[in-house]
């Protein structure tokens, strides 16, 4: 089998959540590549030290020019403050190393299609991340709105909730300022999860009428003061597409003031014949509506047995976090082989930096207070 080297600059949440999903590689049954950490950098000892306990790894830095340099490192993994994307994602292509990329792929357009431009004029193999499509329900939701006819289409919902900020006394962080994430806020950190599989499907707006809002002005700043917060901290997007010459609703939601919720995508397509819907608030269920002649939602347990590659996991357990995410990392290698086929893979530049035009059209709607056309 194949050996990839992976070096990872970055070695926070994220960070470890790939060593730990690296880890499980030999639970994929059907992957005829094997993923290998070897290079971590993070200019934070304690954080290095963490991955001291990964018997692959070879090299701990704090430059992460040094890990650029190894010859032990194939693919980089950037899990990054969005203000560094677009320098670090930029020099990791002209270390001649493949990029996955961590969302929203910079922290505004102009960095998305700087990255765009690096990564087409480079040559080298490039994807974002977003791994809650790769659930099983939600592959399965894919494959039928790919083969089935669900008539005319009447509207598409897709979003994302986090309900964690509506505590006040939270500590700010640096995806609460504009100077770190951008000013696209909650949709930076969000959005891409929101619109991956809407735009796989080829649902791309045509134009977006957009609601913001910022709650929460300040935080306390974890010293016994204040700082100001200054993202947007919730995101309607009401948009429209063009099928077959009419318009078609689409919503994106993003939010980090949802009551009572903690980690929640869905996605819900609905046509006159035929409809879906998933969110992962019930993780193994996806509905299935059909005109039949009593219109009827028909409800499905959806196992391990679903997911895109295979795994030794029992295909009527459950599915998890540390699934999607591994089934994610699975379609990036086999794409990178060119072995991907017919199955879901990762978020394109393309698609990335589409995202981000929707995004940027989504402020100049809200300053404008009016619908804004993408082109």
């Known amino acids: ?91 990791v292509l002209a270390a001649g190393k493949d990029l996955f990329a961590e969302k929203p792929f910079g922290m505004d357009l102009a960095a998305a299609q700087a990255i765009r431009d690096g990564a087409r004029e480079s040559g080298r193999f490039v994807r974002c991340s977003s791994e809650f499509p790769f659930l099983p329900a939600a592959q399965k939701a894919w494959q039928f709105l790919r083969k089935t006819d669900i008539g005319k289409l009447l509207e598409i919902r897709s979003g994302f909730w986090h309900g ?49 809002q910022k709650v929460y002005t300040e935080r306390p700043d974890g010293k016994g003061g204040m700082a100001v917060c200054d993202t947007w901290d919730n995101a309607l997007l009401h948009c429209e597409l063009q099928v077959d010459g009419k318009n078609v609703p689409m919503r994106i939601e993003t939010k980090r003031l949802a009551p009572g919720e903690m980690n929640t995508w869905y996605l819900e397509v609905l046509g006159t014949e035929r ?30 047995g679903s997911s895109g590659f295979g795994v030794v996991t029992g295909g009527i357990f459950e599915a998890g976090f540390p699934d ?49 056309n993408l082109g």
């Open 164 to 212: 964690s900020d509506l505590d006040p006394a939270k500590p700010i962080n640096w995806k609460r300022q504009n100077q770190f994430c951008g000013e696209i806020g909650v949709m930076g950190d969000l959005g891409m999860h929101a619109v991956h599989l809407p735009f796989r499907l080829g649902y791309r707006p045509s134009n977006v009428f957009a609601q913001l």
């Open 324 to 372: 999607c995410f591994l089934q994610m990392w699975a379609a990036f290698a086999v794409e990178r082989e060119g072995l991907l086929g017919e199955r879901f893979g990762c978020v394109t530049p393309e698609e990335a930096v589409a995202s981000h035009e929707l995004f940027a059209a989504t402020l100049r709607s809200h300053a404008e207070k009016r619908a804004v």
């Open 1 to 91: 089998m194949k050996s990839v080297r992976l070096g990872i600059i970055g070695g926070g949440l994220m960070g470890r959540e790939v060593a730990s999903a690296l880890g499980r590689w030999f639970a994929l049954t059907d992957v005829p590549v094997r993923m290998e950490l070897t290079a971590v950098c993070d200019v934070q000892e304690g954080v290095r030290e963490w991955f001291r306990k990964v018997p692959t790894v070879r090299l701990l830095t704090a430059d992460y020019h040094e890990l650029l340099d190894s010859p032990e490192v194939d693919v980089v993994y950037v899990a990054v403050p969005h203000h560094l994307h677009e320098r670090i994602y930029l020099d």
């Open 275 to 304: 409809g879906v819907r998933f969110s992962t608030k019930e993780p193994k269920t996806l509905w299935l509506f059909d005109r039949k002649r009593e219109q009827v939602w028909e409800r499905y347990d959806v196992g391990q």
